[in-house]
Antibody, heavy 124, light 108 residues
């Protein structure tokens, strides 16, 4: 079973860029049946999908965040990254990376392995 | 965009059955997945593809999907089942993943 671990600063100033990396261990990241996703959860609130990336670099973003988000992948390092620009206090959340599994016959996608999550606070 | 609606809270006594619903337009045409999240922990997949259980998930957890409502059923509820539960689908028209708002299960 692959394991995922988020890393990055826990504090970001307003208007700056939030940058996180997810390191994947226990197997290659370049598997055709998987994408790799970022999900966040503001304190006391629900889950919000941010976006997902395929090993080829193809990306899929939540339309509510698309103008500020970039997700990239580095297969040589077995990791993928999130950049969220122009952050505000509303971006304060626990950020999770997860393995995004494609179902047979493209019925859908689900997240079967998650990192432990990392709290990012936006504050001056 | 596709919207999933869950009740904010459900309460159940131990050893009884908990039912958590997830409503969406013609949701039966989609594959529904369910996650359990305990305080301070990452979410964990408990049901995928409407009815399937990942390895290690007890048979007490089951799912169904019909019409505009998908349901997660937890039989013989235990204190350790107390958690937040989220449903999730893939919206094929936009290629986006969508989560429901979550349901807090309280074991009385």
């Amino acid at each position: 079973q692959q394991q995922l671990q988020e890393s990055g600063p826990g504090l970001v100033k307003p208007s700056e860029t939030l940058s996180l990396t997810c390191i994947v261990s226990g197997g290659p990241i370049s598997i055709t049946s998987y994408q790799w996703g970022w999900i966040r959860q503001p304190p006391g609130k629900g889950l919000e999908w941010i976006g997902s990336v395929f090993y080829t670099g193809s990306t899929y973003y939540n339309p509510s965040l698309e103008s500020r988000v970039t997700i990239s992948i580095d297969t040589s390092k077995n990791q993928f990254s999130l950049k969220l620009r122009s952050v505000t206090a509303a971006d304060t959340a626990v950020y999770y990376c997860a393995r995004d599994v494609q179902e047979e016959w493209l019925r859908g996608y689900y997240f079967d392995s998650w990192g432990q999550g990392t709290l990012v606070t936006v504050s001056s | 965009s596709y919207v999933l609606t869950q009740p904010p809270s459900v309460s159940v006594a131990p050893r009884l059955t908990a039912t958590i619903t997830c409503e969406g337009d013609n949701i039966r045409s989609k594959s529904v997945h369910w996650y359990q999240q305990k305080p301070g922990q990452a979410p964990m997949l408990v049901v995928y593809d409407d009815i399937e259980r990942p390895s290690g998930i007890p048979e007490r957890f089951s799912g169904s999907n019909s019409g505009n409502t998908a349901t997660l059923t937890i039989s013989r509820v235990e204190a350790g089942d107390e958690a937040d539960y989220y449903c999730q689908v893939w919206d094929s028209s936009s290629d986006h993943r969508v989560f429901g708002g979550g349901t807090k299960l309280t074991v009385l």
